[in-house]
Structures are given as structure tokens and as C-alpha cells.
């Protein structure tokens, strides 16, 4: 995949909210995908993401993207439960100044509104370095990766992240390692409590404005008593959550292997392989924790 809770949201309690009950194991990919395939995808209890938004020639809706989405709902998916589109954002343009961050969640969200996808599902930002579209200074990137994170909370309570600690400490320049990369994540895990306490309105009203089943999900999370308790934050939003999702090629389904970086203390989601052939897709694979 060319892919924080501060109040670190349980994996299980995500899955079993949003995701079909048996739902542990997934696949991510960029190829078109078929109904029969995605109706294979779900007769075996697998999520899926798919890429919505690219880095392309300035960046914009990935078509394959919007076709796997349109066919996963003709298959059988539902808005809640599933479906992971993710955005990679234009590392380019924010040096160029020709895109800003709300442009590029706001592009992205027309991506997956023409498809069908409702505000209010989870959407991912893939956060690594690629060689042709590199990303700018560390500190124009924070900005921008905060920035969209802000604007993806005004339709939604959920956002997840996709990188690696390599990848995350190239692009921010957070790392354990030194006195100015823990600032780095001390700064950056500052902002996010901010943007907290900013979005929290807007989140509630936009949850309710664009309909009944997105709002119950956000709802369902919101007064759960397992997550309020274990995950209630200084700022008191603990129906706030940015997920981590993170690539390790050891064809292990677990987090046996998962060391915090940068302000993720724990893990949502791991691709664990880059080689799967399921349903007939070339794809990775991924897993994520059920109980």
C-alpha cells in the first residue's frame, strides 16, 4: 500500500463496531477488482482499502479506487463495516503551494462521495516518502499531515494513519533517538490535543448532519464504556481516535513484533505480507486483532 489515538482506541472494540463480526484478516490493493471478487472478499470475512486518492500529476480521485468501492456495496459491503479507502496525499504541491491540505481532503472526499462512500466511514492517509514526489522539510510536513487530519475530523471521528517508524521519522523527524526528534514528538502530539478540542463540534454536527447510520456508529463509539474508560483522554475527547496502521513483511499476524514510535503506542492494523493472491487479487495482506 502506498500508504493515534492519543486516546488509543481498543482494535477489537473498533473491529467489532465497525467491521463484520468475524473480520480479522484483510487485503489492500490498487488493481481493479470485480462484484464476484469482492463477493468472494466477503464470503470470507475479509476488510479491505483501496486507494482513492494519488499523488498523480498533482495529485486526484484514483478511478480503480471508486470502481472497488461502488463494487464492494454491490457485493454486499455496508458503509460501516469494511472498507478502508486511503488517501496519498501530493507531497509536491505543498512546496508549490498549488494544493492545501483541506483541498486535498476535500478532493478526496468528492473521490469517495461519487462512489458512494459516506462521510462519516474511516479514511486513511498513507504517510511514506515516495522517490518521484518526494516530501518536503520535516516541519511543512507535520503541518500538512495535522492540517489534513483536522479537516478529515469535520466529517468523521476516525482517522487512521499507514507508515512505518523509517517512513514517519523521514517525513516529521520524530524520533526517541534525539532531544530535537522527541521534541518533534512532543510538538506534534501537542497540536492533536488542540485540534481535539477545535474539531469536536464540528465532528458531532457534521456525524448528525450526514445521516442516521454514520451517527450511530460515531455514537456507539462515543459512549462506549470499555473505551471511555481505558482511552479517555486530559482533553476529555474520548470518542477521538487516530488509528495506526503499519507494514512488517514477516508473515506474522500479530503485534508480537510492534516497537511505539513517533506518538503511536499502539497498533490498529498490521500488513504483514506483500504477497497475497486472495480472491484472485494481487495485493498485500493485512491483519488486524479481533476478540
Known sequence: MKLLSFCFLSAAVLLLQLFPARAA?????IVPASVSQMQCLLNNGMFYS??????GEGGGCDGIG???????????????????PYIFPNAPTMVSGTNTPEGEVQAALWCTTAAGFP????????IEQDPYNPW?????????ILRMIAELYNYGPIVGIYTSAYEWQQVTCQTEDTALGRS????FTSRLYEIARETQPAREANMKKHGPAQDVISMRIATNETFRSLHATPVGDSNLTVLLWYPHYDNNP????????GPFKSAFAKQYSDKCN????????DWSPIS
Open 25 to 29: 484478516f484483510g487485503i489492500d490493493f
Open 66 to 84: 471508486g470502481q472497488n468501492i461502488e463494487a464492494g456495496y454491490a457485493a454486499g459491503y455496508n458503509a460501516g463495516g469494511g472498507v478502508l
Open 278 to 285: 486472495t480472491c484472485g487479487l494481487s495485493s498485500d495482506c
Open 119 to 126: 462521510h462519516g466511514g474511516i479514511y486513511w492517509l498513507d
Open 50 to 55: 483501496t486507494r482513492v486518492y494519488h499523488d
Open 136 to 144: 518536503p522539510d520535516c516541519a511543512t510536513s507535520s503541518s500538512y
Open 254 to 261: 500479530s503485534f508480537s513484533d510492534f516497537t511505539p514510535f
Open 184 to 187: 518533534h514528538i512532543a510538538n
